[in-house]
């Protein structure tokens, strides 16, 4: 099992709020991935970085933003939430010269 | 461009029966392969990967793949299976860079 959290679990809330999802990983990995799933459907790469202060966009268009301050941890932020939102995030990240990605166990957020 | 397809939304088998679930992929290069399993409410949990060497691919939870350059797959097997295997599969290759393409995903669906 891989040492990567994800908080909250689920999240409810209103339309213009603004939220963070936490995303951590014990496993000194530089690099990290966010996901953007809606239920039983495939994965979509929204954000990942390659290290501290590296942040790129994915392949698919998010208005989440990212930050990278430190090496274990990787949070997305909505500044203004809105239903289009709603969906499961994933997390995931893996060593520099590994291949397979590690999954956190995902925050499944819903505006309302 | 780097693809992968899973062409079954739903595979249905009895428990003990051997199962397959199908991807095929498409890539310039030599493929990096992934298998994935996602069950309920979780985030993604890594199966087993082909890089190079055998063919023949042995990963978590007594499932296995087949590399066949020939015919661009990497079917998902399994000898015998069981009602906990009962999941969603998502095949994926790496990209150009290390990140990762993901089929559409395939349901399990193991019958008592």
């Known amino acids: 099992e891989a040492d990567i959290y994800q908080t909250p679990r689920y999240l409810v809330i209103g339309t213009g709020k603004k939220i963070t999802l936490e995303c951590s990983q014990t496993?000194?990995?530089?690099?990290m991935y966010w996901y953007q799933q809606d239920p039983g459907m495939e994965l979509h790469l929204i954000h990942y970085?390659?290290?501290?202060?590296?942040?790129e966009k994915g392949d698919l268009s998010s208005e989440s933003t990212v930050s990278r301050i430190r090496t274990e941890h990787f949070p997305l932020t909505l500044e203004s939430a809105r239903p289009s939102h709603t969906s499961q995030y994933l997390c995931?990240?893996?060593?520099?010269?590994?291949?397979?990605?590690?999954f956190g166990p995902g925050t499944r957020l819903t505006v309302t | 461009a780097q693809s992968v397809a899973q062409p079954e939304d739903q595979v249905n088998v009895a428990e003990g029966n051997p199962l397959t679930v199908k991807c095929t992929y498409s890539?310039?290069?030599?493929?990096?392969l992934f298998w994935y399993v996602q069950y309920p409410n979780r985030g993604l949990q890594f199966l087993l990967k082909?890089?190079?060497?055998?063919?023949l691919v042995k990963g978590s939870y007594g499932f296995e793949a087949e590399f066949n350059k020939s015919q661009t797959s990497f079917h998902l097997k399994k000898p015998s299976a069981l009602v906990s295997d009962s999941a969603l599969y998502f095949c994926?290759?790496?990209?150009?860079?290390?990140?990762?393409?993901f089929g559409t995903g395939t349901r399990l669906q193991v019958f008592p």
């Open positions: 995931a990240s893996t060593r520099t010269g590994g291949n397979e990605q590690y």
């Open positions: 496993m000194g990995h530089d690099k």
């Open positions: 970085s390659y290290g501290v202060n590296s942040t």
């Open positions: 890539v310039s290069g030599n493929p990096y």
């Open positions: 082909y890089i190079t060497g055998d063919n």
């Open positions: 994926a290759v790496r990209g150009f860079t290390d990140k990762l393409i």
